[in-house]
């Protein structure tokens, strides 16, 4: 089945720094690639997502760049801000629909 | 207001005593889901529903029962809860063929099992 790696597992930026987190998946067929913010106490909320026939995506500070080839995918937040500060799920879907989620990424952007 | 609701927020409870973690959608999603979410482990799936009457196993189903009587309801039942099943318990939902919106998670549940 499928299996996403994320890396670093946690990152510590500068307020207005880039940050930058990357994922790998291992099955070729994988055609959607959504990225989830978790705030403390808070369930995942999907911050911006990208499909297979897609190479980036930008919404506001944030996008997520997709290489098929290398299979991988990565998200860069520029400017950061404390409020940022969360943990980052990747994650990847084949057709069945079932996302694989990456084991998280905690972001703290010191001010 | 979309959303899932999970209940309850916080649950302490014994060894071998049945529980059940409720799970509500109020956006008529088709597929619903059930995660845990441990450190270092991520998310991983336990259930999953893509509809009414129709259930299976995620990753990690040894000990966990569900049901989908409803579309809006897919409750979460410990039969005989273990310590290895404390954890932080999340339901998710999305309409089937709309999977470009992504899940909606509800705010988690967690359990402590002594």
């Known amino acids: 089945g499928e299996n996403v790696e994320q890396h670093p597992s946690t990152l510590s930026v500068q307020e207005g720094d880039s940050a930058v987190i990357k994922c790998t998946y291992s099955?070729?067929?994988?055609?959607?690639f959504p990225w989830y913010k978790q705030e403390l106490g808070k369930g995942p909320q999907l911050i911006i997502d990208i499909r297979s026939n897609v190479g980036e995506k930008k919404d506001q500070r944030i996008a997520v760049t997709l290489n098929k080839t290398a299979k991988h995918f990565s998200l860069h937040i520029t400017e950061t801000q404390p409020e940022d500060s969360a943990v980052y799920f990747c994650?990847?879907?084949?057709?069945?629909?079932?996302?694989?989620f990456g084991k998280g990424t905690k972001l703290t952007v010191n001010p | 207001e979309a959303q899932v609701t999970q209940n309850p927020r916080y649950l302490i409870t014994v060894t071998g005593k049945k529980l059940t973690v409720t799970c509500s959608q109020n956006?008529?999603?088709?597929?619903m889901s059930w995660y845990r979410q441990d450190p270092g482990l991520g998310l991983r799936q336990i259930y999953y529903?893509?509809?009414?009457?129709?259930?299976d196993k995620g990753d990690v189903p040894e000990g966990y029962k569900v049901s989908r009587k409803e579309k809006r309801n897919f409750p979460l039942i410990l039969e005989s809860p273990s310590p290895n099943q404390t954890s932080l318990y999340f339901c998710a939902s999305h309409p089937l063929g709309g999977l470009s919106y992504g899940y909606t998670f509800g705010s988690g549940t967690r359990l402590t099992v002594v």
């Open positions: 994650a990847a879907s084949i057709v069945s629909e079932k996302l694989v």
């Open positions: 099955d070729s067929a994988s055609n959607y």
């Open positions: 529903s893509m509809n009414v009457e129709v259930t």
């Open positions: 956006m008529n999603h088709e597929y």
